[in-house]
């Protein structure tokens, strides 16, 4: 395990730093998992939403995996290429496109998961369920804290407001 401190420049922010570093490490290990797939970091979530309901506009699914409108399209159009998905005007819209998987795209779906099941593996192997149970917790309350950023005041800490009385 590296305990590596954060930069100087990070002082103020250990926890934030802490993040930055384990979602590096987490992406890096996922994109080196899917580059054997013959997949980018990205398009796995597409698929997967695609698994869940095929047929998907391109705005639903960029609604559904939270990345911005050139990264879906990029990925969309490479996974055409590749194979994986079609698209198709959507009827009732035509300026809409329906992505459709394809045999080949949805023979994805074991290995995805695989994908997924060892990457989870990885990540908990020195966790128990207690403590795996309260990372969860614990980053999604930081992710909606990060979401709810500007929406409400940020909670101060007793050192913040010891010298405030």
Known sequence: MTNTPPPHAARAGHLSFAIFALARAHRAAAAA???????????EL?????????GQTQSELLDSVGLDHSTVSKSLRRMQ???????????????????WLTDRGQAMREPIE??????EEISTRDLDDQAISSFI?????????????GR????????????TT
Do not use: Y
Request: aromatic fraction near 2%; hydrophobic fraction near 35%.
């Open 33 to 43: 998992m899917l580059r054997a797939l013959g997949l980018h970091p990205g398009q």
């Open 46 to 54: 597409l698929l997967m939403q695609l698994f869940e309901r095929d």
């Open 81 to 99: 290429e590749a194979g994986l998905v079609t698209r198709r005007p959507n009827e009732d819209d035509r300026r809409a496109l329906n992505v």
């Open 114 to 119: 695989a994908m997924w099941a060892r990457l």
């Open 137 to 149: 917790v614990t980053a999604r309350t930081i992710e909606q804290s990060v979401n709810d950023r």
């Open 152 to 163: 409400k005041e940020p909670h101060r800490t007793s050192r913040e407001t010891q010298g």
